[in-house]
């Protein structure tokens, strides 16, 4: 149990392009999303959690306006990179939790290339 | 905010050896995750523990709350077990719990 798919799993668009990247947790509710972004070689960095029902909370740096989150239901959330240039190009995860307390579950990531 | 390092980077092992990874962080912890993440992207979660040890198959986690350390061993390596090992720090003292990540350690083993 406990699976988590995001879609899709490799985006190469032109610079100005908006993006939508979809978390999906298939085998439980997930009340709690996570949204990572990882440069090469570096490791995993937060960008925003994600609460269903209410807006997403943004670490320090993160721009709310370009990466939009969305977390309508309890086993979909969204990411939209808004008006993506080549320097959003990146490798982007999602995790999802049952509940805030408990283990997140990992998504298999979304490698995003922006022209 | 919490440092978490590992050690080493970079690891290259015969198979069948026995390999250690080690992490250590700067500030009290609810829970220390250790993460696999294949070539491909995908993130796999082997352990969360908090204290004393876990196994798994050949997997191996212990942690040290007082030296505020943790290692991941392998027994018996195998080719299939190359890939990057990361761990994480996780604090619940916010509204949600939160990982802290190390850079990872990549693993390569060789037939």
């Known amino acids: 149990g406990a699976v988590v798919s995001q879609h899709p799993s490799r985006v190469i668009c032109k610079s100005g392009t908006s993006v939508k990247i979809e978390c999906r947790s298939l085998d439980f509710q997930a009340t709690t999303m996570f949204w990572y972004r990882q440069f090469p070689k570096q490791s995993l960095m937060l960008m925003a959690t994600s609460n269903e029902g209410s807006k997403a909370t943004y670490e320090q740096g993160v721009e709310k306006d370009k990466f939009l989150i969305n977390h309508a239901s309890l086993t979909l959330s969204t990411l939209t990179v808004t008006s993506a240039h080549p320097e959003d190009s990146s490798f982007y995860i999602c995790?999802?939790?049952?509940?805030?307390?408990?283990?997140?579950?990992f998504g298999d990531g979304t490698r995003l290339s922006i022209l | 905010k919490n440092e978490v390092e590992q050690s080493p980077q970079n690891l290259t092992a015969q198979e069948g050896e026995f390999i250690t990874i080690n992490c250590s962080y700067s500030v009290g912890i609810s829970a220390l995750h250790w993460l696999q993440q294949h070539p491909g992207g995908g993130i796999v979660s082997l352990f969360m523990?908090?204290?004393g040890k876990k196994k798994h198959g050949r997997l191996i986690a212990t942690i040290n709350i007082q030296e505020k350390h943790s290692s991941l061993h392998i027994t018996a390596s195998h080719p299939r077990d190359s890939a990057v090992y990361i761990c994480?720090?996780?604090?619940?003292?916010?509204?949600?719990?939160?990982?802290?990540f190390g850079s990872g350690t990549q693993l390569t083993v060789l037939p």
């Open positions: 994480a720090a996780e604090d619940s003292s916010g509204s949600a719990r939160q990982l802290t």
């Open positions: 995790s999802a939790a049952r509940q805030r307390n408990q283990p997140q579950h």
């Open positions: 523990l908090s204290s």
